[in-house]
């Protein structure tokens, strides 16, 4: 297994509680810092009841059954979560840190400091080239799965075999302490003619806020400006009261890429390293945590029996990249719905919109809690 992130964990505990002999290697000397995926939707919380990460992560999060839509005050829909019939009829919301934490008990200790620079695939073993840790050395394993996120497709992939979107749109993002509110534990999307902002609950009181940015690189993008455009966009959209509570701001791009395959031969490829989501709908560790649940039990058959279950492998592969296309249509729709527009075109919007989530049932909140996954099936 090559990367400890949390897909990567949650395949190698997946197999260690098969009892397969697992070995992660990872580049980082420690677990991933900075705050990224916070929302775990209903077929995942599912899939990871079995190895009991399930009860660790709901353990530490806020369980969100209803998400707003807002404009300029008023409410314009409501998401119900807990009108899903569906085991977890709620998006648990906490820290990447600590769903990594929860997911990585019963795996192995990855070997940190350790680079794959190279993989080639032979047809009885899979053979990495490797550096850090005292030097370059080869490893090899019978079956290899990358789960190395973004940085590393390069080793899999020929750059010109992955389709790939760039997004014009850029973002602000900062999770805050608040004060007690009377929809703590409700998710709130502000729609304004300015453009997005999200506000979604987290432990502890705290809120992540995610807004729409005009392009960064023509405007001052220094810490202090950034922080002060977040705070700009809170008093704006619909959360005054938060403006003063953000005390950092980060800012970051989106792109959508898609690989082509998911297997050659014993290498497997899964989590972003294969499937590259824009955040803006916060189905991309989702999406991982799903190719990691539904690959762990055909590997284990692998292994355990030395026959390899092609059906089942090229069945798992084709539903993974539909459901990986499915979340990256959704993503373009929510960015879409969020970009900043004329006042005129705004009312219209907000119209539709309310119209939209009263008609449509419970289309919206299946769709958002990653229903239309071939996992949730
Ligand atoms: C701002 C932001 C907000 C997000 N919010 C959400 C959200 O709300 N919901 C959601 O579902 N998703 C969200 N995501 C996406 C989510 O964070 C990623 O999809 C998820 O982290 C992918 O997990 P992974 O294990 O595939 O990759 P990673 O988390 O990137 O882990 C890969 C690991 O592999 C290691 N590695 C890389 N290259 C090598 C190499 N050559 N050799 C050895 N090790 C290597 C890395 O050090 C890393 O530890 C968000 C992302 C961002 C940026």
Do not use: C, K
């Not at 945590?289 to 592969?317: F, K, S």
């Amino acid at each position: 297994m090559v990367g400890a992130g949390p897909v990567g964990m949650l395949l190698a505990a997946e197999l260690a509680r098969r009892g397969v002999d697992v070995h992660v290697v990872e580049r980082r000397d420690q677990s991933g810092g900075g705050s990224r995926a916070i929302g775990l939707h209903a077929p995942v919380l599912a899939a990871l009841e079995a190895g009991g990460a399930t009860d660790r992560i709901l353990d530490r999060a806020v369980r969100v059954s209803r998400g707003e839509a807002r404009s300029d005050g008023r409410l314009l829909g409501v998401v119900r979560f807990d009108r899903l019939s569906v085991r977890h009829p709620y998006v648990a919301t906490l820290p990447q840190a600590l769903t990594e934490a929860a997911l990585a008990v019963g795996a192995p200790e990855p070997q940190r400091g350790t680079t794959v620079r190279r993989v080639r695939v032979d047809a009885d073993e899979v053979r990495l080239e490797t550096a850090g840790g005292g030097g370059e050395r080869e490893l090899s394993a019978p079956i290899v799965v990358m789960a190395a996120g973004v940085g590393a497709r390069d080793l899999v992939f020929r750059p010109a075999a992955l389709a790939r979107t760039r997004y014009p749109d850029r973002y602000l993002m900062s999770d805050a302490d608040l004060p007690p509110r009377h929809d703590a534990e409700t998710a709130v999307v502000h729609l304004a003619a300015g453009g997005v902002l999200e506000s979604f609950p987290l432990p502890g009181g705290r809120r992540r806020f995610v807004a729409w940015d005009a392009d960064g690189d023509a405007r001052d993008d220094e810490p202090d400006a950034r922080l002060e455009r977040l705070r700009a966009a809170l008093r704006e959209r619909g959360e005054a009261d938060a403006a003063e509570a953000v005390t950092t701001a980060t800012g970051f791009r989106v792109r959508r890429v898609l690989a082509p395959a998911l297997r050659r031969g014993r290498l497997l490829v899964i989590g972003d390293s294969a499937h590259e989501i824009s955040p803006i709908g916060g189905q991309g560790m989702n999406l991982g945590l799903l190719d990691a649940a539904t690959l762990a039990p055909l590997l284990a058959v692998w292994l355990r029996t030395g026959r390899e279950p092609a059906a089942d492998l090229a069945r798992w592969e084709r539903d993974r990249l539909r459901s990986a296309r499915t979340a990256g249509r959704m993503a373009a729709v929510n960015m879409r719905l969020g970009r900043p527009v004329s006042a005129a075109t705004h009312a219209v919007r907000a119209r539709t919109l309310g119209a939209a989530l009263a008609a449509t049932g419970s289309l919206v909140p299946r769709a958002y809690a990653m229903g239309l996954d071939a996992a949730a099936r």
